[in-house]
């Protein structure tokens, strides 16, 4: 990877955990560089069976106004690990398309290649709590025994995640445990439908916000420093994986077989907020006017451009994922009180 790579990748790191949710297609961050895990203890394979094989995934939502129509695909994560989606009823909605949408998604950088080289070593040791401070430390003695245990589980013996900042610990134990439930963080649904674009020539339309950092190095040492509230992100995570894995197995067979009522009477939308809200109000953003509002801005780029595309375009292909469809600040919601139609699949 070269430094200019290696640098965005880091920057990303500082809103990656409060703009994940359940988005398909989010990298899990980039880890410090910490002693390799020890082998987790081999647990039996869970007894409920994740999907596996070609799956037609769910229906589109179709959004139209004065002849117009707009499918909106529901992309999802994690989904099964061995499954193969069956692209063939989106390709033909694609490539009658002239334009798709991509999923809206956040864009971490500088305009300054030295400002992110000179950021290089304020990198190492990010993910770490300030003050040299360990998870027993930090979160209560009760959550931190629960912990223990999970991370017995699905981490084996590394004391490196120790150090991590209650947020990131977080997201080691997701990835780790997903990986030993059979399923997966991907973003492969996404990529595919946006080379199904290219391939029939239909133009592909950026979506997101697009966040430029002048001094990279001063932001990485100042987000090292800060206090971030997400204690609550933390306790949110070790609930999930000590009692919620057959709801993630099920939510995930759900999406695999287009059972969307399903999906949405498995929300989690609890966990989610709790590690939005600890980068998001956290004294880092708070200070730095680029990371503020930005599910709001996300929404709203997302919502001008399907308004853009709906009044120029006959047909347009859109993504989304399942919680900006069907959670309580729904993007699809938003057009339909701006007077657009909106119909949900079968």
Known sequence: MSKRSAC?????VLIQPALAGAQEGTPPPVPDAVQP?????QDPEPAQIVIEGRRPGPGLW???????VMWVFGLYSPLPRKMEWDAGRVERLVAQSQEVLQAPQTNVGTSSVFGMIAALPAMIGMKKSPDGARLEQVVPADVYGRWTALKGKYLGDD?????YRPLFAADELMNAALERNGLVRSGEVRKQIEKIAKK???????????VEIDSPGRALRDFKKSQVEDVACFTKTVERFEGDIDAMRARANA????KIAAIRNLDY???DDACNNAVLTGSFAKTNPALQNMPERRQASWVKAAETALGANKVTFAMLSMNEILGPKS???????KGYAVESPK
């Open 255 to 258: 999406w695999a077989e287009g």
């Open 269 to 271: 939308a609890e966990r």
């Open 200 to 210: 029939h020539d239909v133009k592909l339309t950026w979506t997101g916000v697009r």
């Open 37 to 41: 895990a020890a082998a987790a203890p």
């Open 8 to 12: 965005a990748l880091y920057l990303a």
């Open 62 to 68: 179709k959004v139209s106004k004065d002849g117009h």
């Open 159 to 163: 004391d490196g995640v120790e150090q």
């Open 331 to 337: 993007y699809l919601a938003v057009l339909q009180e």
